[in-house]
């Protein structure tokens, strides 16, 4: 599959990486900070850093997922404020990177450093449909918990 991708900056591609795969078995590319200067973010601070490209996704059979640096993650505590963004198919704006430090420490975000990466993932549309009662299953109602702790 073809995916479009903009530049939105002249820095993609020269001074900082274009969205790229890291290895052959890579489910997803990485994102740089398309900042001019360093950023320090603040524990508990939250900012909206710019990756300087915009996307088409081709179809609404798909869509893109930005998904958290497991290193950044796991090192210095840099998550996405929401978790896991996601990119409609017919959303053609620039890809756009809330990011919150959940660490102890100021992080300083580099120009051209990676900071998330995109995932393109299948999607299904659902029709949905009202009813007055769901089908019995084994777990029925049960929530948080109710499978038990192994």
Same mark, same amino acid.
Request: aromatic letters at 6%; a negative charge; glycine letters at 10%.
């Given at each position: 599959m073809q995916v479009k991708i903009k530049k939105l900056?002249?820095?993609i591609g020269k001074e900082f990486k274009a969205p790229t795969y890291a290895t052959k078995g890579?489910?997803?590319?990485?994102?740089?900070?398309? $900042?001019?200067?360093? /950023? #320090?973010?603040?524990?508990?601070?939250i900012m909206k850093i710019p990756t300087g490209i915009a996307i088409q996704i081709p179809s609404p059979a798909y869509a893109g !997922? /930005? !998904?958290?640096?497991?290193?950044?993650?796991?090192?210095h505590g840099i998550n996405l404020v929401n978790c896991v963004g996601v990119i409609d198919s017919d959303y053609t704006g620039e890809i756009i990177?809330?990011?919150q430090n959940n660490g102890s420490e100021p992080y300083i975000i580099e120009p051209g450093e990676? $900071?998330?990466?995109?995932? /393109?993932?299948? /999607?299904?549309?659902?029709? !949905?449909?009202w009813?007055?009662?769901?089908?019995?299953?084994?777990?029925?109602?049960?929530? !948080?918990?109710? #499978?038990?702790?192994?």
């Open positions: 900056s002249e820095k890579s489910a997803g590319c990485d994102l740089v900070a398309c $900042i001019d200067k360093p /950023i #320090t973010l603040k524990p508990g601070e !997922f /930005i !998904f958290p640096r497991s290193g950044l993650s796991s090192k990177c809330p990011v990676r $900071i998330a990466q995109l995932v /393109i993932m299948p /999607i299904v549309q659902v029709d !949905f449909v009813v007055e009662e769901l089908d019995e299953t084994e777990r029925g109602a049960g929530g !948080f918990g109710s #499978t038990g702790k192994k």
